[in-house]
């Protein structure tokens, strides 16, 4: 009868071995077979050392060289300092307006807050503002080539010489001017706009366009070419409060004015440089004053002053200011508003240090007990109008171990476009783990 191969379930496989170990039992051993059995214990016991060893190798390859977990610490970053807010000292008499270019990066778009103008912009008396009106007109029918250009000769009659008469009587700031005496029509600008001497204005008007009727013309066609719609020139001179304009247009003037090399030259200068005339000073008393360097003052019943000032503020360029008063109570009063006005100005700006070298920002502490404190690297100052915000941020912060004064990243502080960046440092070592840290810590590695 046959059987087949069927499979030996575990009991069976037991009952066999028994068998076997029975069948051998008081049996002699072949010392052959004795050698294979004890040959096959050591290898086995071998297989099972070398499994042992191969995984505490293992663990210890792993130990001693997984990454080492990050320090842990709380950063304080600088509390964000802004500077005393600026109050803008605006003249309180009449009406003002003002103008600045530059300092955009502390400035902005919107001039930082700085009022551009107060008490209105409608039409008011120029006075001898006009004067400066006149001289751009003349100029431009008969320009100079520069500074240093004298232009055309200009001989004065007797009709001339009766202007310092008629104005005389009318209070009217005057200066010699005999009959068939002569100068260039540089020197006759000077006499109009450093000293304002009225009969030289109505003189030199004239000479340039052969009448009175011809200057108003070419004032109101040149008024118009160059937009100025709200302002009105009567006659050349300011006497007559008819001569009006406002405080805006007044600034688009003054620009003009000082685009113009030759006037720019003569509005500047502190005291007459004509030949015979020499020394007088200019009606501008506030030249050199905050960057002040014109142009033009103005006196009726009130005090006017049209200015331009490279105003220094401590940031490179100066700021290029122009400025106008229109309705003063007084010379005096409109030189000291505008004096307080500047100097409000150039006071907004201030550095401001947002933290000292060796500042405290945190301390940083391992898992295996080293510590050290993260410290500013250098002291930061900001150059900063009135309080503008100054916010502080930092790079992000990896550590795991260090020397003393290693730079561990940047700390950044923005006052709106401008920024100062130093660095953050370690202030003292942070030393990484022995081995048997690493062998005892094995799950805070990776």
């Not at 008011?124 to 055309?152: E, F, Q």
């Not at 009318?170 to 009959?179: E, F, V």
């Not at 007559?240 to 620009?255: F, N, Q, Y």
């Amino acid at each position: 009868m046959a059987y087949r191969d069927e499979p030996s379930d575990g009991v069976g496989q037991l009952t066999a071995l028994m068998r076997g170990a029975e069948a051998t039992e008081g049996e002699p051993v072949d010392p052959v077979e004795r050698r294979r059995r004890r040959r096959r214990r050591l290898i086995a016991t071998g297989v099972v050392v070398a499994v042992v060893l191969g995984l505490l190798g293992g663990y210890a390859g792993y130990t001693l060289s997984a990454p080492l977990p990050a320090a842990t610490g709380e950063i304080e970053l600088p509390a964000s300092q802004s500077g005393p807010v600026v109050v803008v000292a605006t003249p309180p008499d009449g009406a003002s307006a003002i103008s600045i270019t530059g300092g955009d990066d502390y400035l902005g778009p919107e001039l930082g807050g700085i009022p551009t103008s107060n008490g209105g912009d409608d039409p008011r008396p120029m006075a001898s503002i006009t004067k400066l009106v006149t001289a751009l007109v003349i100029l431009d029918a008969h320009p100079l080539a520069g500074p240093d250009d004298p232009g055309p000769t200009i001989t004065f009659d007797k009709a001339d010489h009766d202007l310092y008469d008629a104005y005389y009587v009318r209070g009217a700031t005057i200066a010699a001017m005999p009959t068939g005496s002569s100068m260039s029509l540089h020197d006759a600008l000077e006499m109009m706009l450093v000293v304002s001497a009225t009969n030289y204005a109505d003189a030199v008007a004239t000479w340039a366009f052969g009448s009175r009727a011809a200057y108003l013309r070419a004032t109101k066609d040149w008024l118009a070419a160059n937009g100025f719609s709200r302002t009105t020139v009567v006659e050349p001179t300011g006497l007559d409060p008819g001569s009006t304009s406002t405080p805006s247009e007044l600034l688009a003037l003054g620009r003009l004015a000082m685009a113009n090399a030759s006037i720019a030259s003569i509005v500047g200068l502190p005291a007459l440089d004509v030949p015979g005339l020499a020394g007088q000073g200019n009606t501008n008393s506030l030249l050199g004053v905050q960057g002040i360097r014109g142009i033009k003052t103005g006196t009726l019943d009130t005090s006017n002053l049209l200015f331009s000032s490279q105003l220094d503020v401590g940031i490179g360029e100066p700021l290029d200011v122009t400025g106008v008063v229109l309705g003063g109570f007084s010379h005096d009063t409109v030189s000291r508003d505008v004096r307080a006005w500047l100097e409000s100005i150039r006071s907004g700006f201030h550095e401001v240090t947002a933290a000292e070298q060796g500042q405290l920002l945190g301390v940083y502490t391992t898992p295996w007990g080293e510590s050290a404190r993260v410290v500013v690297g250098e002291t930061a100052t900001l150059l900063t109008w009135s309080d503008t915000p100054i916010v502080p941020t930092m790079s992000s912060l990896q550590l795991t171990s260090g020397a003393d004064g290693e730079q561990l990243g940047e700390l950044t502080w923005t006052a709106g476009s401008r920024a100062v960046t130093v660095p953050v440092l370690l202030d003292g070592a942070i030393s990484p783990p022995d081995q048997w840290w690493r062998l005892t810590h094995p799950f805070e590695l990776g």
